[in-house]
């Protein structure tokens, strides 16, 4: 589809290498003949040193607000606290739910051990352990919040299908520790498999992460696409760019429901800022996912069959640049001119890409949902103690608890250490004591707050409470280690 109008578009050229690699792939940009209306916004380590904590000044947001797709080239984030990671909140506020990272390995022109490498990374981008409720709790104990959404997770895993379907990848794998984390990671698989059958024509397959991950680093070319939680994808993404040869070539798309961010997954490299030095592939191939994102698939086409060719051809940039393979060792500027004269060709070698031009954005929808029938049925009340004993510590509480609230379990570190628990098992001074409902009778919040009260009159230092609840009758807590 060729656009005569112009799409407005936000740039950002950054630090360090940033300008130059910016420079290099609006050059090709225009060559090609993308239609874009270009703003410019400042961002980085300039507006950073200026006091601005996040390093984005409240105009630059006005332009994304305004055009709503944004081309960045890296930034510096200076050394020292209190300065915001840019990425994070652009990806927060912006609401950039997925981040979409192609690894591809270039052989024989780009050395690798994986030569027939393809693996799209499809990473959740808000959820998980990143949303950054931290607490210390006791002396001994800190805690880190793990959220995941039931509409985070089906609209990250309904993305990774609906990519598989548009780009013609025959597989989604998903990786998650739900042995572990029955509930959170449990969620993000229980949605693969349910989103997974609206989708017959696609191959589906589940590894716990570990095994998984192993498998990647091993046989990367036995996967496609694969979609997983924000964690495990932030770890891995860089795994699986790393072994296509060169984290350099690889770019990559934060993509929110009405935003996109487009841009290379190195950093400013300033050691070689300034010096017509860096390799402007990787912002060139997130510059090609945006053109492919606001409908300018053609141009994107015509751009990476190119740059392939340019590849093909031996002409490298300093970083990939290997006596033998390589024929010409050429600058930022020189080898963007080099893409551009090969524009209109196609590699022989690798294989030359195409985009469907009917797809672009995916319009994401959520299924309806109608809300459970919420039972509450005991609480979990967390205490920090000193005196390791479990036993005593039960003794205590058993004069303290409540009727209907029954004290039914102590754990430690999620390990049941009452009643029945083993002598061996280390405790430190932050304990999980949970009281079930005893009576048949429906249980309300006024019977925990009265629970709450005994325990604190009774000396105990609570912490938190969590309350247990059931959701149509099914248990939304999970039972003890040990237990
Ligand atoms: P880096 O990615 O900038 O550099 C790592 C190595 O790769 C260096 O040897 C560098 O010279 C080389 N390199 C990176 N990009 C290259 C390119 N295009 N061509 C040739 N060689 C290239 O990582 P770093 O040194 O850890 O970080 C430098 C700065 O970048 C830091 O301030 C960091 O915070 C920032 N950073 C920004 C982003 C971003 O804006 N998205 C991402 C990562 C790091």
Redesign the pocket.
């Known amino acids: 589809m060729k656009t005569n109008t112009p799409t407005p578009i936000t740039i950002a050229k ?1 630090d ?2 940033g300008p130059e ?1 910016m420079d290099a792939t609006l050059r090709i940009l225009e060559a090609a003949g993308a239609q874009l209306a270009i703003e410019e916004i400042e961002i980085g380590e300039k507006v950073y040193l200026q006091g601005n904590s996040a390093g984005i000044l409240p105009e630059a947001w006005e332009s994304l607000r305004r055009t709503k797709v944004f081309l ?1 080239a ?4 200076p050394q020292g606290g209190g300065f915001k990671s ?2 994070v909140t652009t990806r927060k506020v912006l609401g950039l739910y997925a981040n979409i990272r192609p690894c591809v390995s270039y052989h024989p022109f780009v050395q690798t051990k994986h030569p027939k490498m393809d693996v799209v990374i499809i990473r959740e981008n808000e959820e998980d352990l990143y949303a950054g409720i931290e607490h210390q709790q006791t002396d001994e104990v800190v805690q880190c919040l793990k959220l995941l959404s039931v509409p985070g997770t089906e609209k990250i895993v309904r993305y990774a299908f609906e990519y598989a379907k548009a780009y013609n990848r025959k597989k989604v794998t998903c990786f998650t520790k739900d042995n572990i984390m029955k509930m959170t990671d449990g969620l993000f698989h229980k949605t693969f498999d349910r989103i997974g059958e609206e989708y017959p024509e696609i191959e589906k397959e589940h590894w716990i992460v570990d095994i998984g991950a192993a498998k990647l680093a091993d046989t990367p070319e036995k996967f496609d696409v694969i979609v997983m939680p924000n964690l495990y994808g932030d770890i891995l993404s860089d795994v699986a760019a790393q072994i296509t040869g060169s ?2 070539l690889a770019g990559s798309a934060n993509i929110g429901d009405g935003f996109a961010m487009f ?10 800022a300034g010096q017509n ?6 912002l060139l191939l997130g510059a090609i996912q945006m053109l492919v994102h606001i409908g300018q698939q053609d141009v994107a086409e015509k751009i990476q069959n190119a740059w392939l060719k340019t590849l093909e051809e031996g002409i490298h ?3 990939i640049f290997k006596e033998g393979t390589s024929k010409q060792k050429l600058g930022t500027r020189e080898f963007a001119d080099a893409v551009i004269a090969h524009l209109g060709q196609k590699p022989q070698t690798l294989e030359p890409v195409s985009f469907r031009k009917d797809v672009a954005g995916f319009n994401i929808q959520l299924s309806p949902k109608t809300p459970a029938h919420k039972e509450l049925v005991g609480v979990d009340i967390f205490l920090q103690h000193g005196n390791r004993n479990p036993d005593a510590l039960a003794g205590e509480l058993l004069k303290a608890e409540g009727y209907p609230l029954k004290l039914s379990m102590i754990t430690n570190r999620g390990t049941k250490v009452w009643p029945e628990g083993f002598p061996e098992t280390f405790c430190t001074d932050h304990w999980r004591c949970r009281f079930k409902n005893a009576n048949g009778h429906a249980l309300g919040y006024a019977d925990v707050l009265k629970l709450q009260q005994q325990i604190h009159q009774a000396g105990f230092d609570i912490i938190k409470t969590e309350n247990l609840y059931e959701f149509d009758g099914v248990a939304g807590f999970t039972a003890a280690q040990g237990q």
């Open positions: 950054g360090g290498i690699i960045k890296p930034i510096t984030t840019l990425n984290v350099g841009e290379a997954i190195h950093g400013s490299a300033p050691r070689i030095k860096a390799n402007p592939s990787g940039t300093y970083d």
